[in-house]
């Protein structure tokens, strides 16, 4: 089987996701995902494509991520993984739609307005 590459992107994060058959390794940026992402939480998130179609440890996982902190690279990891998944065998796609996978999240952190300590802030107002 050759190599199915794809990209999730989850607020300023991306990741580029190499899959290919194997026995289920997942290198982040030349680490471990297990030493990259050290809590249980961002571990799931990162195997959760995988645990819902039911395809745990049949593939190999190379990602490159860049940009963003540890969850929303995690969540663009998840993004990436579950579209590879798709069009390696589109019976998944199911199962990841109904948990919601397949889904960008489109959120991002609002800008700064000038004028205004944050982006939606004000300073305090004095009347007299």
């Known amino acids: 089987m050759e190599v199915t590459n794809k990209t999730g992107r989850r607020k300023t994060a991306v990741a580029r996701v190499y899959l290919t058959a194997g026995s289920g390794n997942i290198v982040v940026n030349g680490k471990d995902y297990k030493t990259y992402f050290p ?4 571990q799931y998130v990162a195997n959760q494509a995988f645990e819902v179609t039911g395809t745990l440890n049949q593939f190999d996982v190379k990602a490159n991520l860049d940009g ?6 995690a969540e663009a990891l998840r993004l990436g993984i ?6 390696i ?10 948990q919601g ?5 489109s959120r991002m952190v609002e800008r700064k307005k000038p004028g205004r300590p944050k982006a939606r802030k004000r ?6």
Not at 39 to 42: H, I, N, Q, V, W
Not at 68 to 73: E, L, S
Not at 89 to 98: F, I, M, N, V, Y
């Open 123 to 128: 300073f305090q107002f004095s009347k007299r």
């Open 89 to 98: 065998d589109a019976a998944h796609r199911p199962a990841l739609k109904a």
């Open 101 to 105: 996978l397949l889904t960008r999240d």
């Open 82 to 87: 579950a579209r590879a998944l798709c069009e």
């Open 68 to 73: 963003g902190g540890v969850r929303g690279q």
């Open 39 to 42: 809590t249980g939480m961002l």
